[in-house]
């Protein structure tokens, strides 16, 4: 498009037995300071003869497209396919736009190439009066959370057929335009708002009146947001050292969101050659179409908050889809996870993450109700906090949290998960489905494939046995070569702690999975989790950490 030159457009009317408001939705363009190139009248299946009033506009740029679709969308493709205009806009047949509309979205397309559509506020005749006051851009305001961009929207062209925005599967009247947007602005676009504005008008025959919903055919979030249709990230931490790899390919083979849904990015922690290999073959055997593997040798060696962070950081720069879920390392997730924690996702969500038995790990989720925390063991809870197991991020917020503070992870000392919680914008929330329980699946490593200097060091072996006498007896006679070895084989998944309780407090740690406690300090009982501990924690035999 030359600089100082409007670009052509073409305006398309889909129109299903709206004759009696074609009129002044053709008055109204035809009046434009800055008349389109052509008008098509898509006549889908009417039976009130909208070529009479076509024919009572003696207007050269106006032809009329008769056909059987009954659709709206389908309508707007068909107009799209037939159009020579480098911009198009699609307006209903009931609808009007005031006279300089045209001329203002062309004009904002010569702003920026990245442009891909011009919306605007609208106004509200008929049986609603009122105006919008929508987001100025779509680089301002998410529209992955709700829909901002009406149908009557300029497009270009050409950007409406590389990206297929018009499109679609077989979805309800009530979220197409939203899909449509979302479809364009994924492929790298932009949305402005331009000053004029679109006139709704809203009558009898509008859908959503004569639509009669019964209670529970109301559309839900995940509905009208056509997160059914929605490209999906799965995101796995494995490590072969702890043999958890043949839990998670069978999970990747038989979960039950489509292959060609879905993306896997695999984070492999590995130094073994041969068992990256193995683990390689396998995924790629498993029939997804979008697969990438992720091999980081070097977080072996890190610390568990230094390594989870440089994950997150990772997952925050690779990750391409608008939700992506994280499963870790020793996490089985239900086979319908993909399905059952997106249809948990509404405009303010950040993440939903599923349930894990209390008696399998102890970083659990903190759930609260009316602000207040509760021991739920079903239904869909707000939380205080997500554990990073197997959790459902809305990708936009993941990434400005983990991106927005700085290029070293190394350097944040706070739990991820505290990290996430900490820095979430009002009104974003967190959630947990306690219908929806992981398995926590701690398989012990076999001794040759432990890494000294990662775990190991962190091992107390002297408290290990002062405190396990049962251990220190078959260590002595020969049963185990080391406290450290029963650790590995039994003493984990047994629950028995490795270092003494006062050599370590995770203050994070012992709020999140003790709420209680947190109420007191909320209440000043307390100055903090570790004066807690101190007083009545050790005695009542609570974690002071996570091992």
């Known amino acids: 498009m030359a600089k100082n030159i409007l670009p052509s457009i073409s305006v398309i009317i889909p129109c299903h037995n709206y004759a009696h408001f074609l ?44 056909v059987e679709h009954r659709s709206l969308v389908k309508s707007q493709r068909e107009g799209i396919l037939n159009a020579n205009g480098e911009i198009v806009c699609c307006i209903d047949a009931d609808d009007m736009i005031d006279p300089f509309y045209i001329q203002r979205g062309v004009e904002t397309f010569l702003e920026d190439y990245r442009i891909g559509v011009v919306y605007s506020d609208m106004e509200f005749v008929g049986l609603m009066k009122g105006k919008t006051s ?38 309800g009247d009530y979220t197409v335009d939203w899909f449509t947007w979302r479809k364009l602005l994924k492929a790298g676009y932009w949305a402005v708002k331009q000053p004029q504005r679109y006139i709704y008008r809203r009558h009898e025959e509008s859908y959503s ?32 050292t702890v043999q958890g790899w043949e839990k998670q390919r069978k999970f990747l083979e038989e979960q039950t969101w489509p292959k060609d849904k879905t993306s896997i990015f695999l984070i492999c922690i590995a130094k073994d050659a041969k068992l990256v290999d193995k683990i390689k073959r396998e995924l790629f055997a498993l029939g997804y179409n979008d697969l990438r593997f992720h091999l980081e040798d070097s977080y072996s060696s890190l610390g568990v ?18 939700y992506f879920i994280y499963v870790d390392q020793h996490i089985s997730p239900p086979l319908n996870v ?63 949290i983990f991106q927005q503070a700085n290029d070293e992870p190394s350097s944040v000392k706070t739990s991820p998960e505290n990290y996430f919680q900490k820095n979430l914008e009002v009104p974003f929330v967190t959630k947990i489905n306690c219908d929806l329980l992981s398995k926590v699946e701690i398989v012990p490593p076999c001794e040759d494939q432990v890494d000294p200097d990662s775990f190991q060091k962190y091992f107390d072996e002297t408290y290990y046995l002062e405190n396990n006498p049962d251990v220190r007896e078959a260590v002595n006679s020969g049963e185990y070569k080391s406290g450290f070895a029963h650790f590995l084989q ?20 012992y709020l999140k999975n003790n709420p209680d406690v947190l109420e007191a300090l909320i209440q000043g009982t307390y100055s903090s989790g570790f004066e807690h501990y101190q007083k009545n924690g050790r005695r009542e035999g609570r974690l002071a950490y996570f091992y």
């Open 134 to 171: 929508f987001p100025e851009s779509s680089l301002k305001y998410d529209i992955q959370r709700n829909n901002y961009i009406h149908s009557g929207s300029l497009v270009r062209r050409e950007v409406a057929l590389l990206t297929d925005a018009f499109e679609h599967p077989s979805l």
């Open 338 to 400: 993909v399905e059952k924690l997106l249809r948990e996702m509404c405009e303010n969500t950040a993440s939903v993450c599923t349930d894990l038995p209390i008696d399998a790990w102890q970083v659990l989720s903190l759930k609260y109700r009316g602000g207040k925390p509760v021991r739920a063991t079903s239904g869909v809870h707000r939380t205080f906090s997500n554990a990073f197991c197997c959790v459902l991020f809305r990708l936009n917020q993941f990434r400005r």
């Open 209 to 240: 009146i004569t639509r009669h919903w019964r209670p529970k055919e109301i559309p839900g979030y995940y509905e009208s947001a056509a997160l059914s249709e929605e490209s999906i990230t799965i995101a796995l931490l494995a490590n072969p």
């Open 490 to 509: 039994y003493g984990k998944n047994e629950g028995r702690a490795f270092r003494g309780h006062d050599q370590v407090f995770d203050e994070d740690f």
């Open 23 to 66: 009129g002044d939705c053709l008055q109204s363009i035809i009046g434009q300071t800055y008349r389109p190139q052509e008008i098509i009248v898509v006549d889908d299946a009417s039976t009130d003869e909208p070529n009479k009033i076509v024919e009572d506009f003696k207007y050269s740029d106006l032809r009329l497209i008769r």
């Open 305 to 322: 908050t230094e390594r989870e962070h440089a994950i997150m950081h990772l997952l925050s720069s690779e990750v391409e889809n608008n």
